[in-house]
């Protein structure tokens, strides 16, 4: 729910914070005072475009911020968690609007875009007033709201997952279908793979038959290089070096009892010869391997010659041959099978549109049950609400076409006669804003707040209504407020008697200019303000004692 709202230089408003808490929160004030500019506010922290007119005269820029505690495995924190948003559980949005247009918007502190803002504003916050506001207007929130009313989290899950798997059977058959006549590609890929069959090309092979080819290349010189090491080493033309660091072991020992140091040397001339004993061992080995043999090289040359063209010809380098062989080999073993595949994939797909239709079959049998219930609650409070005559129905339309649909075979439009006599319109195109919003609180209250946003706004809900209405859809505001946390704007004392908290705008001059400036209001001072609205400018003991009546009432 919503905790804290804080605006700057927004509008009238110089510098205001408000804290809020669980229940119906109802901010009143005078005629233009600035009483939905607090409304405006959490508007354009959804994500709503702004101009320069909504910076305070004289300032840079409009400062906005609100901060909420989403619930575990809440919505709000699921779209947190998977934008790598999240801030142990806190979640704030920031916007800034500049003087000259530009804004900039923020989440738990990091920069994001406009879109970013709206989606996740849209699973925290549902403002009912203005028709831009209004998030029944759209029909998938209209479906989400009849959902969570038929408590229909199972079957859209099970419609959602048999879409999916006929959409990719659907989308494997056409790649298949999409391809054609392939036996001019099989031919074509056969004859590559049998070339590439041909040689070794796994990398360490390569490897090899380059370093084969390379000593093999250099074998005569090689052969010398070793032949005249080991003559020097070995001492056949004169002493070895073997014999030559023995002589000197045997000299040195005869003079190490004058300086021990000497016995060092001698160690270090010991492991000496022990490593030249096995350079020597390896240099034999080495020459005896090598054989300078003119076909052999030939024949590495021609396979080499034969693997680099093979290379030149993919237009991959050597170490990619192997890989590139083994995907012609899967794609040949896919073209093979096509046919087949094709012949069952068509059972398949059939098997799977069934599926799909029987689940959307249930949740549809499920969305028409609820709509006729919804329909009858909504229509009866909305007489109660003060449009006596007037009728909400739930249309569902059918979905034509031979494609999955993961949200089921209809679609869902809310209608609604705000008079008797009067053919049922789109609720998107009801005139009135006032019986505008008081339809939406009415199809909340039906609902019992069973949609997932958490904080609900209503703005000036109460246009054009007095008396008792106005005393019954405070008491419906306070009945949702049960359910969810409600924020009013009203202008009617019987609305405002039913809050559990309450603010007050006011404007005043300051310096030459108006300002508002909002407080959160004591017991007495709840009194004095629904005095205030029953009374006019003279509050008389009369109003003073009907507005404690409404208070108590609404305890």
Known sequence: MLTHLAIKDFAVVRA?????????????????????????????LSGLRA??????????????????????ASPALRWLRDNELDEDGHCQLRRVIRADGGSRAWINGRSVTLTQLSELAAT?????????HQALLAKPSQLQLLDAYARNDKLRVAVAQAARQWSELLRERDQLSG??????RINYLEHQLAELAREELEPAAIDALVASHKRQAHASTLIEACDLAYARLSGEEEPSLGQQLQQTRNELARLVEHDRRLSDVDGLLENANIQLDEALALLAQV????????????????????????????????HELAAHRDGIAAELESLRGAGERLDKLNGEIEAAKQQWRAAADKLGKSRKAA??????????????????????EIQLEPIEGERPDANGAERVEFLVAANAGQPPRALRKVASGGELSRISLAIEVAAL?????PTMVFDEVDS????GVAEIVGQKLRALGAKRQVLCVTHLPQVAAQGHAHYRVSKAPVEGMTQSAVEALSSKQREEELARMLGGVEVSKEAHAAARKLLAAAT
């Open 464 to 467: 054009g209504i007095g008396g």
């Open 124 to 132: 925290l916050v549902e403002i009912h007033g203005q028709h831009e």
């Open 16 to 44: 205001a914070e408000l804290e809020f808490g669980a229940g119906m929160t109802v901010i009143s004030g005078e005629t233009g005072a600035g009483k939905s500019l607090l409304v405006d506010a959490l508007g354009f």
């Open 287 to 318: 020459r005896d391997d090598l054989d300078s043999d003119p076909a052999q090289l030939a024949s590495m040359e021609r396979k080499l010659g034969r693997v680099h063209d093979l290379a030149r010809k993919h237009r991959i380098t050597l």
């Open 371 to 392: 709509a006729k219930s919804l329909s009858t609650d909504t229509t009866a409070l909305i007489a109660e609400l003060g449009m006596g005559g007037g009728r909400f």
């Open 449 to 453: 707040g069973l949609d997932a946003v």
């Open 179 to 184: 391809q054609g006549d392939v036996s001019d």
């Open 51 to 72: 101009d320069s007119g909504v910076v305070r005269h004289g300032a840079e820029r409009a400062e906005l911020s609100a901060e909420f505690s989403p619930a575990d």
